[in-house]
């Protein structure tokens, strides 16, 4: 007999390519709903402190952040979180081993240093990324919901406690209806209700075994006082937009002039937009010709440590870049395993031995699907993105001052990619494409 296994994480931004509607319906009212269990930090910090080894993990973050990217960009507005993707793949590694253990790691870009070295740098970035600017509010959040049938191994829970500050409850998994409910109530307590509906009953398998739940949530304003903010909505004018076809769309277009950071590199040109304390950052990506599939295809090969690098301050940017809200929900399993992850969602070859207590039966499981959905806002006062990434596992029985500044005209009026990004430690949080569709 089958027995599913789902993972679920909450993070800012979406990916991949084929979409799934949620089903009709509202849930049944949650009774004591799943903990809330991140770290909440009370004093800001300088810094993301990182280890010589664990800054070379950034950078491996920040590479697989753009081949993502590149594997789900399809020519329309997109949005996803790598980071968000990272924790739920990571947390499913904890109870990986071998082969399958392997690709994870080798996907995410940490080589031969093993699991010890993931849930390390998991947990810094966890504890410190709230920390790092307190007028930023970033969430970062996991817990478990486990089939009363189905305990996990202490080791596990051990590891995804220590490590993940998850949250670990069970129920009974036999009323799909209040299963989605409370995954669906938690994902929205999580990103502040900004995501209310994660799954429909109909997508809760039947045999589900467990859920490993992440939620990542960002909302910041923009860098700025009450008297002279970044952008004033009675700047924000209809302008045109050029789409990668040519033609023209009119769409709000706000508009700003000030001394941004901005780089000027191989075929196009970076802007960073400060969040609040000047440690969060949009970096909006605009090529120089309107190829948005040709820069989506040319970050693959880009070192996001060189741009940052890169950045200059020595002029009045001219600024001109839209509003724009997206939000989608998109299958994610063909486009991991095109990436290298392909041994987790194969049924008797995938290696989760490391997850449940054994059984009378012996039991195999695998990833049966991933699921990631997000939205982001952006506008006037600032950003505000969530994100929820599911990860159903399968399972059965065996079978320079002073002088004139220059001025720079940075006009978002065609496509472009946009990230975003913690400046101290390079990280990548979110990514996407706005196309003007």
């Not at 664990?54 to 980071?83: C, E, H, T, W």
């Not at 589900?208 to 960002?218: G, K, T």
């Not at 890169?310 to 002029?315: E, G, H, Q, R, V």
């Not at 506008?379 to 993105?385: D, I, K, L, S």
Request: hydrophobic share 40%; aromatic share 12%; charged share 20%.
């Amino acid at each position: 007999m089958k027995k599913t296994f789902v993972f679920i994480f909450a993070a800012v931004f979406v990916s991949c390519s084929s979409k799934i509607n949620p089903g009709p319906g509202s849930d049944p009212e949650v009774k004591n709903p799943i903990t809330i269990s991140s770290p909440t930090p009370t004093q800001q910090i300088s810094k993301v402190s990182l280890d010589d080894t664990q800054k070379g993990y950034v950078k491996a973050g920040n590479s697989m952040a753009f081949r993502f990217l590149s594997q789900m960009y399809d020519g329309s507005d997109l949005i996803l979180s790598p980071l968000s993707l990272q924790y739920a793949l990571a947390m499913a590694a904890n109870g990986a081993s071998g082969d399958t253990l392997q690709e994870i790691i080798d996907f995410l870009g940490y080589g031969s240093d093993g699991i010890d070295a993931l849930n390390a740098y998991c947990k810094t970035l966890l504890e410190q990324l709230p920390a790092v600017d307190l007028d930023v509010k970033l969430k970062l959040t996991d817990a478990l919901l486990v089939n009363d049938l189905f305990p996990l191994l202490p080791s596990f829970l051990e590891s995804v406690r220590g490590n993940y500050y998850a949250a670990v409850e069970n129920m009974d998994f036999g009323n799909p209806a209040l299963v989605a409910a409370r995954i669906n109530e938690w994902a929205s307590r999580s990103t502040d209700g900004f995501i209310d509906k994660v799954l429909s009953p109909d997508e809760i398998s039947e045999d589900a075994v467990a859920f490993i739940m992440n939620a990542l949530y960002f909302k910041a304003s923009w860098e700025g006082s009450k008297y002279n903010p970044m952008f004033r909505e009675s700047d924000t004018q209809k302008e045109n937009f050029t789409k990668s076809d040519g033609s023209k769309v009119i769409i709000q277009m706000m508009n700003d002039k000030r001394r941004h950071q901005y780089a000027e590199m191989d075929g196009y040109k970076v802007l960073a937009l400060p969040y609040a304390g000047g440690k969060f950052f949009m970096y909006i990506l605009l090529p120089d010709k309107n190829d948005l599939s040709g820069l989506v295809k040319k970050l693959t090969s880009v070192a996001w440590s060189d741009v940052l690098a890169s950045f200059k301050s020595d002029a009045d940017v001219y600024l001109k870049l839209p509003k724009f809200d997206i939000e989608d929900k998109y299958y994610l399993k063909e486009p991991l395993q095109a990436l290298g992850v392909n041994r987790a969602f194969v049924a008797g070859e995938a290696q989760f031995s490391k997850m449940f207590l054994p059984k009378e039966q012996h039991y195999d499981y695998w990833i049966g699907k991933v699921i990631q959905k997000a939205k982001i806002s952006v506008a006037e006062w600032g950003t505000e993105a969530a994100a929820v990434t599911v990860v159903e596992m399968d399972g059965a029985t065996s079978v320079g001052p002073g002088a004139e500044p220059k001025r720079v005209y940075f006009y978002a009026d065609h496509p472009f990619v946009f990230l975003i990004g913690e400046a101290t430690s390079g990280t990548i949080l979110f990514e996407g494409t706005y196309t003007g569709k």
